[in-house]
């Protein structure tokens, strides 16, 4: 049975090997360097720190600076607003229960 897994895996390297595209590309120095850079974590890491040093700065220099704050709201209502509503036809509801 393992003669037979290993004929199997023999074969199935061989076809990967078939199928496999070899380039040969030629690379200058400069463009080696860059590909190395762009795909390299710790210059990936080094520049996330470098950004998160740079907001942390921005942060530090507007603490001096004031702050404006502003809050709003405005309702605007059609018609006349009751707490209880009117319980037979055409009487008016009333604001609070005091004045039922």
Do not use: H
């Not at 690379?27 to 890491?45: G, H, K, M, R, Y």
């Not at 907001?55 to 059609?78: C, E, Q, S």
């Amino acid at each position: 049975m393992s003669r037979i897994g290993t004929l199997l895996f023999v074969f199935a390297l061989s076809a990967a090997r078939l199928n496999a595209q070899t380039t040969n590309v030629s690379l200058t120095l400069t463009e080696a360097i860059s590909i190395a850079l762009a795909q390299n974590p710790d210059v990936a890491e080094a520049q996330s720190r470098l950004q998160e040093a740079e907001a942390r700065l921005l942060n530090a220099k507007a603490g001096g600076r004031p702050t404006l704050r502003v809050r709003g709201a405005y309702d605007y209502w059609t018609e006349d607003q009751r707490l209880f509503p009117a319980t037979k036809n055409g009487e008016p509801g009333t604001m609070c229960s005091s004045m039922r």
